[in-house]
């Protein structure tokens, strides 16, 4: 091997190298613990219908579903929905810890995991924001 060979062959393996430093370091080890502030909710209707706020709903319209069994969701006054999931894998369902808070206006505090747009948090304590001005819709 020339010269030339023995070299381009060092580069190769130092930008391999710190390709793969880059890619440990813009990865946190960590998801984040946040608290985020929302309206329990089906998904489906604020996504569809951008009449629904986190504090606009119609509580027929939201029963109905959940009581259909549409997924639920929290969705924040900046539109944001984050979805539920636990902090174990396999994953178990969220839905009954979601149920006592639908249609209520909630502080969650949790692990955030964001994957392209798609919010998703593993709650770890929930509790109604009583204080939140609803405009509820019969």
């Known amino acids: 091997m020339n010269l030339l060979g023995i070299w381009l062959l060092v ?6 190298t710190l390709a793969q430093q880059s890619a440990k370091d813009s990865s946190p080890s960590t998801p984040p613990k946040v608290t985020i502030e929302g309206l329990v909710r089906d998904i489906a209707c604020p996504i569809q219908n ?4 986190a504090t606009h709903y119609s509580k027929k319209c939201l029963n109905e579903c959940a009581h259909n069994g549409a997924p639920l969701g ?3 006054e900046d539109g944001d929905i984050y979805v539920p999931i636990s902090d174990q894998m396999p994953d178990t369902d969220q839905r009954q810890k979601l ?11 949790g692990v955030v995991y964001d994957r392209k747009g798609t919010r998703a948090i593993a709650i770890g304590e929930i509790k109604e924001m009583k204080d939140v001005h609803l405009t509820v819709d019969e």
């Open 74 to 76: 929290i969705l924040t």
């Open 99 to 109: 149920l006592p808070f639908v249609g209520k206006y909630v502080q969650v505090s």
């Open 50 to 53: 951008f009449e629904a706020t």
């Open 11 to 16: 580069l190769a393996s130092v930008t391999v």
